[in-house]
Each structure stands twice: as structure tokens, then as C-alpha cells.
């Protein structure tokens, strides 16, 4: 295990000096996966990344018979500070119940992670919830997830109540019960 645990360390560390380098905000999921198979290793889990391009991202094998299907999303922060969100397209994954637990990785500066929060597939069961334009940025990507500062920004941000989801409120209002929440997922 320590082997893997090296090699993903290193292929976070190239990640993040070829988006530094190039400034290519295509490379983010890549690295977001890596950081985050990284994270589990260290938290002394088996972690295998799934290389394609639809589906769960991760598989963490907890023992012989439990396997956990991991999606990761990831976002950075806005250039006013903090705001950012997370499509599920659709919400086709979250209907079909393709993954068991989500993590949204948050991005400040473009590399540096500041938060890691962690969902089970039944506290986003609202996101699938498709909102209308303009709260998502695009007609055919209308399952989001929003994350802002605080839950005042959020409020002020979709003032219309209609336009709320349930786990984005939670999520405001008690962010310690996703944030660094790795037990989630291990439990």
C-alpha cells in the first residue's frame, strides 16, 4: 500500500505543477481524484482510481467484500471570493445511484484545496432536482450543487425559497457534517 501511496503523491505533485504551469483548468478533476485517492491511502485505505470517463471515479476497498464507489466533483472559488458550485448535469448518476458517496473538492488559486466535503448518495438526493436558468449556468446542466460562504450569501444568492435544496440549507447551515468527513465513506 505504501507503494501506491507514493505513486499517487506523485502524480498530485505533477498534476499540480502542470496546472501551474500551463494554467489548464482541464487537469483539475484529474488531480482532484488523485487528491483524494491520496487522502484515503493516507487514512491507510486501499483506493483504486477508475480510468474512464463516465461513472464513479474511485473504489475504495474497505475489505474483502465491501467495496465503496466514489464520484468527486471539484470547483474553484470565484474571483469575488467565496462562491462555487458542482454539476451533476442531469442528476442521471444520483437516479441511477451509480456512486455511493461523493466528495466536492474546492479549489482557492486554482491548486490549493480548502475544503473536501463529503456526501453520502442519500444526502444528495435533492440535487437531482433539475432548477431552471438562470440559477444554473446552462440549460442542460441544471442539477447543481452551490456552495458560498455562509448561508446569509446563499440566501442572498437564491433569494427565491422554491429555488433551495434542502442539503445546500444543511450544508450552510452545519458544514462540519461534510467537510473532512472521510469517516463517511469508511464506516
Same mark, same amino acid.
Given at each position: ?34 487528491? #483524494? ?5 493516507? %487514512?491507510?485505505?486501499? *483506493? +483504486?482510481? @477508475?480510468?474512464? $470517463? ?48 461523493? #466528495? ?5 488559486? %486554482?491548486?490549493?484545496? *480548502? +475544503?473536501? @466535503?463529503?456526501? $453520502? ?67
Amino acid at each position: 500500500m505504501d507503494a501506491k501511496k507514493t505513486s499517487f503523491r506523485n502524480i498530485v505533485d505533477n498534476l499540480r505543477n502542470s496546472i501551474v504551469i500551463s494554467q489548464d483548468k482541464r487537469l483539475i478533476s484529474y488531480y482532484s481524484e488523485y487528491l #483524494v485517492a491520496l487522502k484515503l491511502s493516507e %487514512l491507510g485505505y486501499d *483506493v +483504486e482510481v @477508475l480510468k474512464k $470517463t463516465q461513472g464513479p471515479d474511485l473504489v475504495v476497498h474497505i475489505d474483502q467484500d465491501v467495496d465503496r464507489l466514489v464520484e468527486i466533483k471539484s470547483s474553484h472559488l470565484d474571483s469575488e471570493g467565496w462562491a462555487c458550485a458542482t454539476s451533476f448535469y442531469k442528476g442521471t448518476s444520483i437516479r441511477r445511484g451509480e456512486f455511493h458517496f461523493c #466528495v466536492f473538492v474546492i479549489f482557492e488559486k %486554482l491548486v490549493k484545496p *480548502v +475544503e473536501y @466535503l463529503i456526501f $453520502t448518495l442519500k444526502e444528495l438526493e435533492d440535487v437531482k432536482k433539475e432548477r431552471p436558468y438562470p440559477i444554473t449556468a446552462f440549460p442542460n446542466n441544471r442539477c447543481v450543487l452551490f456552495r458560498y460562504k455562509n448561508l446569509r450569501e446563499y440566501k442572498r444568492e437564491i433569494p427565491n425559497v422554491k429555488d433551495r435544496l434542502d442539503i445546500e440549507i444543511k450544508l450552510h447551515k452545519h458544514p462540519e457534517e461534510f467537510r473532512n468527513r472521510w469517516d463517511k465513506i469508511v464506516s
